[in-house]
């Protein structure tokens, strides 16, 4: 095959964003397709460039191509769409039920978070494990919140070590979620600015104490109205189609579940920290598509340039 269809095989493979266990299949018969229709060509009289300019042509550029397998592959399963709502669900139903006052369903509710997006992780990283994914990242920053109260230097060493570890693994998963599809990354990340909306209304002042707790009772049913909200936006999500529609999908849902957190704050959240939790949300989904083209900026090449060297010897 020449470097022409190399490179355009595998700008449609990265540009689709298979799920990993379609993309052999896929592509394997999209290259299998190519080949026959080349040969056809060929044996009508056509010469190798003409045939691959003809075959190309009945294609389409991979633009058009990659875009077509996406909007067939990508829309979720009904089933699919439960299991990416669930963790959502769950969170919400903690606050709406007021089962945050128990550590046992809380700690019930961690654990079944961690247990699904460890096997989903280590089962291909289907779309629906990215919403779980995304609520394994609490714990870690609660903890940090909770060194913050330790006495003297311990509270230092949180700042010096502890903070940088945590977000040096934090973008280790979002860097390896962005190879997948920095969509993912974004709905991955899509409660934290509502999550911090949140902390800051309960415990303006950075402090956990009586009466953060009592405003968390307080704000309970509308916590757990924003975390119903993000499962009804995952769930259009994964039925959505057009890449598109996703993107504003996520952005209105998150600029409108952040809008619900100041009104139903009111007087404990001001303009400016609106504003900051916007351009949070704005970050949550810009900075993957930023990291996505500078990780992917000479995969194309790379590869094409790797292959055509490794048929010359």
Not at 78 to 85: D, G
Not at 91 to 112: D, E, K, M, Q, T
Not at 138 to 146: E, Q, R
Not at 204 to 212: R, T
Request: aromatic share 12%; with cysteine.
């Amino acid at each position: 095959m020449t470097s022409e269809l190399i490179h355009y095989l595998e700008i449609i493979k990265l540009r689709s964003r298979l799920n990993p266990p379609d993309e052999p299949l896929v592509m394997g018969e999209l290259k299998a397709h190519i080949e026959d229709e080349l040969l056809e060509l060929e044996e009508s009289g056509l010469t190798e460039a003409e045939a691959i300019e003809t075959c190309l042509g009945h294609l389409g550029g991979a633009e058009l191509v990659s875009r077509r397998i996406y909007e067939a592959y990508s829309q979720g399963t009904w089933p699919q769409v439960a299991l990416a709502a669930m963790p959502h669900l769950l969170f919400g139903l903690l606050f709406i039920l007021n089962w945050w006052h128990y550590i046992g369903w809380v700690s019930v509710v961690l654990i079944l978070t961690l247990a699904t997006t460890v096997y989903g992780w280590w089962h291909g990283r289907p779309a629906w494990v990215f919403s779980w994914l995304g609520y394994t990242l609490l714990p870690v920053m609660l903890l940090g919140i909770l060194m913050l109260y330790l006495p003297g230097v311990w509270s230092v060493l949180t700042f010096i070590i502890y903070i940088p570890l945590a977000m040096w693994w934090l973008i280790g998963i979002i860097v390896q979620t962005t190879r997948r599809d920095w969509l993912f990354s974004s709905l991955m990340l899509l409660p934290l600015p509502i999550i911090a909306g949140w902390l800051m209304a309960i415990a303006p002042q950075g402090k956990i104490d009586k009466v953060a707790l009592q405003r968390l009772d307080f704000f309970a049913p509308w916590i757990g109205l924003s975390f119903i909200t993000l499962s009804l936006t995952i769930a259009a999500f994964l039925r959505i189609r057009q890449r598109a529609l996703r993107v504003g999908l996520l952005a209105v849902s998150g600029l409108c579940t952040v809008t619900l957190v100041v009104y139903y704050t009111v007087g404990h959240l001001n303009t400016l920290t609106f504003l900051g939790l916007v351009l949070v949300m704005w970050g949550v989904l810009l900075f993957p598509p930023l990291l996505e083209r500078f990780l992917r900026r000479n995969v194309v090449l790379n590869a094409g340039d790797g292959e055509v060297a490794q048929r010359e010897t």
